[in-house]
């Protein structure tokens, strides 16, 4: 027997030594997260590669199944967030059909002035009427409330995914300078497990993408390409958190007009980027929080908003149809704008030379010059709002002075003059002919009380509901000092002057008779008979079209649209489950330890052990016959 056997099998002892512990060590973690299972190579040495040695300590990683995961984890943490908050607004709303909940409380209300117009001489009924109206106010508050601690909730979210997001990075930074300068095969395997661990991490956050540098470091980048980790050089991420949100509060580029906080990152280059402005983050826990704050969540109160501005105006205002009108070759509308305040919008549909059709709307104002308003915070945010300016005093606001503001607004390509005599309130709107815009409709709602006081004017509309935002006055939809739309679901509130007097549900005027059941009839037909115009803002006739609704029906919609959402959104969390379910399978299989292949890979290590013991075991008893001799 040669020295050479005796070296090969010393060797072989120590390999299989190695690759013993190897193996138990993939063992002992095979349910550490994170955990890459272990491989020890061998190379071959001495005169005719007849030797073994121990080679460098390796993982056995599948990238392609790793990329998949962290993209799957990025969508997983996406529906759920979307999911669970649609769940909890769903939730707001109450049990569809139950007395408490938002339609029950609407159905209550309508059946209390149904009840009222039977019996309108009844106390009780009047005092019904005004407990289930104080009900219905006092629940669409409290969901628009709750909305608005949510928008709270994804506010401080936010931080905290952000500040977790910026600690990651550090950390993934500083593991690539260690993995760099590690020493041995088993140091840098540890490295690359905790480093993979944290970018998988930070995959739950954003969506992120990587890649290797021949210097064993890695670059770590969103999927829209903005640099996250740039070697051992993290990028600072920083949010300016405005902690309990209004529903004012909303996102803008403009600094100076947002409301919400904002990521800022400051890449390794110096330059700052406005991750939220830039569209840069598309997937994870944060992009969710964003899209629940500043699109889901506010989609949500301006759907309350609207429901709580149609329940105060289908009370008091009256809804004004054009009828058609000519005059010679102008062709128009007759409309009755009597009692026009302030946000009683006048729409007018045009249809211009080239066929293309469109909403004019006119906003009146007490200001000088008129508040501006938003196409959005509108009924058509495809509208042209065209502003003009009103006396704020109903004294001044004689039909001569509302017909010439309306002139001056709309300009030569229409005529305006007064109809039906100097002291009607009667506004004709004609176009001019000759190619100028076609006018096809005109309508308007027109509040008919001139104050919350205003209750028995001999009209059967009444100031039911009032903005207690506003020292309780008329909600007539105002953009005077702000939309007055925006909120107005938290401070709606029945009119203490009704509240108090509850006869005045019932009698129009100082001297009508306690048993007319005109008004609470008409009041009924206008919660649940009358079609209004609900904004496209809403999202409840789609993106772009106004929904035109009963208020009645337009409650029913919410409710069933965020229960559809909230089905929607689970069904998408379940499938992306699966998806990342599938994407962990895969990974762990690839890269993962199985328990069963360990063993059989140690009972192979055991044997060859053996038989390596034996060489030495054999040299040694031919040492041992020999000194014998």
Not at 154 to 173: H, V
Not at 253 to 267: F, P
Not at 597 to 617: D, F, G, H, P
Request: charged share 15%; glycine share 10%; aromatic share 4%.
């Amino acid at each position: 027997m040669s020295i050479n056997a005796l070296n090969t099998a010393t060797a072989g002892l120590r390999l299989t030594q190695a690759q013993i512990g190897i193996v138990s060590q993939n063992v002992a973690n095979a349910g550490t997260v994170g955990y890459i299972k272990r491989t020890l190579d061998s190379v071959t040495t001495g005169p005719g590669n007849s030797g073994v040695a121990t080679g460098t300590v390796g993982r056995t990683l599948d990238a392609a199944a790793l990329k998949q995961l962290r993209l799957e984890t990025s969508g997983a943490a996406y529906t759920a967030l979307n999911a669970a908050v649609l769940t909890q607004v769903d939730k707001l709303y109450g049990t569809p059909g139950s007395s408490n909940a938002l339609d029950g409380l609407v159905n209550g209300f309508a059946s209390s002035l149904q009840t009222l117009a039977a019996n309108p001489s009844a106390s009780a009924a009047r005092s019904g009427a005004v407990t289930a109206a104080s009900s219905l106010a006092a629940k669409i508050g409290s969901v628009a409330n709750s909305v608005q601690d949510l928008r709270t909730a994804m506010e401080s979210q936010l931080s905290q995914d952000t500040a977790q997001a910026g600690t990651l990075l550090t950390s993934i930074a500083d593991l690539n300078t260690r993995v760099q300068s590690a020493g041995d095969g088993a140091s840098k395997a540890d490295l690359l497990d905790r480093r993979d661990q944290a970018i998988n991490a930070l995959s739950a956050l954003m969506d992120v993408q990587t890649v290797g540098q021949s210097d064993g470091s890695v670059s770590v980048f969103t999927t829209t390409g903005v640099t996250l980790v740039d070697r051992s050089n993290a990028t600072k991420l920083s949010f300016d958190s405005r902690g309990t949100l209004s529903p004012n509060a909303t996102y803008s580029t403009d600094s100076s007009k947002r409301g919400v906080g904002t990521i800022t990152a400051v890449i390794p280059g110096g330059a700052s980027i406005d991750l939220v402005a830039s569209g840069a983050i598309r997937s994870g826990s944060i992009a969710a929080a964003l899209e629940q704050r500043d699109t889901v969540l506010p989609q949500a109160q301006r759907q309350l908003d609207d429901l709580a501005a149609g329940l105060s105006r289908s009370m008091s205002d009256n809804l004004a149809s054009g009828t058609a009108a000519t005059d010679g070759t102008r062709s128009g509308f007759d409309i009755d704008l009597n009692g026009l305040s302030a946000g009683n919008g006048i729409t007018l549909t045009v249809k211009d030379a080239s066929g293309i059709q469109r909403n004019l709307i006119l906003m009146p104002s007490y200001l000088t010059p008129p508040a501006t308003a938003a196409a959005s915070a509108t009924d058509d945010s495809g509208a042209t709002v065209v502003p003009f300016t009103i006396p704020a005093s109903s004294a001044s606001r004689d039909p001569a002075t509302i017909v010439a503001a309306i002139s001056t607004a709309l300009g030569s390509s229409f005529r305006v003059s007064g109809a039906g005599g100097s002291t009607s309130g009667t506004v004709r709107i004609l176009s001019n002919g000759g190619g100028s815009p076609t006018l096809l409709a005109a309508s308007a709602s027109v509040t008919q009380a001139t104050s919350p006081t205003d209750t028995q004017s001999g009209s059967a509309q009444l100031a039911l509901f009032v903005d207690s935002g506003r020292n309780n006055g008329l909600f007539t939809g105002s953009f005077d000092g702000g939309s007055q739309l925006t909120g107005f679901a938290q401070r709606i509130a029945v009119n203490p002057n009704v509240a108090t007097t509850t006869a005045t549900l019932v009698a129009t005027s100082g001297t009508a008779a306690s048993s007319d059941s005109t008004r609470p009839q008409a009041l009924y037909t206008a919660l649940t008979g009358t079609q209004r115009t609900f904004s496209s803002s809403s999202g409840i006739g789609g993106v772009n079209a106004p929904t035109t609704s009963t208020v009645s029906g337009f409650a029913q919609s919410i409710i069933a649209s965020q229960g559809a959402a909230a089905a929607s959104a689970q069904n998408l969390d379940e499938g992306q489950s699966v998806a990342l379910a599938t994407a962990q399978g895969r990974f762990s299989t690839q890269s993962g330890v199985n328990i069963d292949e360990e063993m059989s890979k140690l009972i192979e290590l055991q044997t060859a052990y053996t038989a390596n013991a034996r060489v030495l075991t054999a040299a040694r008893d031919m040492i041992d016959t020999l000194l014998r001799i």
